[in-house]
């Protein structure tokens, strides 16, 4: 039985944009149980879906960025850059030093399944994506084009540039402004 959620269909499921279906999807595929997931059951395909532009690309490139860094980075690296939420996370545990190893140990995991994953699904779809058939924001895309390698702020840095070269020149057609304040008041 399927229950109907808040999209298009009764019969997809799944949106395949969001980081619970990036995760679903990824588990899948990784454990060999592709069978019991069918790729029917998104609206969107996770890995060469067309995603909006905003939250869907970001999700797809910010998972896959965050993934590749955790399988680059060494155990060492992780107990620095994660330091406070390890913390917080062994907290419970009677052997702070072994649950902080068994956390780092899962990150680690984590980042190798996703990188294999992808990977696979690169080659997968290789000749779809030298032939320019993927939309552009699909996760494959984006990650053979490397923008995973973007960090948050530099894609929200060039959304607003973006914005302003089509809006600036728009609002200065008719008055071109003589300062920055004159231009806030357009």
Not at 21 to 36: F, L, W, Y
Not at 116 to 121: G, L
Request: hydrophobic share 35%.
């Amino acid at each position: 039985m399927r229950i109907r959620g808040s999209f298009k269909s009764n019969s997809q499921t799944h949106c395949g944009a969001c980081s619970q279906c990036i995760d679903r999807r990824i588990a899948v595929i990784a454990s060999g149980q592709v069978e019991h997931d069918p790729a029917i059951d998104y609206c969107s395909d996770v890995f060469t879906g067309l995603r909006k532009e905003g939250y869907e690309t970001n999700m797809a490139v910010d998972y896959a960025r965050h993934a590749i860094e955790l399988n680059k980075m060494t155990e060492e690296n992780i107990a620095a850059r994660f330091s406070a939420e390890l913390s917080r996370a062994i907290r419970p545990f009677e052997k702070h030093a072994d649950a902080m190893d068994a956390f780092i140990a899962m990150h680690k995991r984590h980042g190798r399944v996703v990188q294999v994953v992808i990977e696979q699904q690169v080659g997968k779809y290789v000749s779809n994506l030298v032939g320019g058939e993927l939309p552009e924001t699909s996760m494959l895309c984006m990650v053979v084009g490397n923008k995973h390698s973007d960090s948050s702020w530099k894609r929200f840095a060039d959304r607003i540039v973006d914005m302003l070269s089509v809006g600036l020149p728009r609002a200065c057609h008719t008055h071109k402004p003589k300062n920055e304040p004159q231009l806030q008041t357009l």
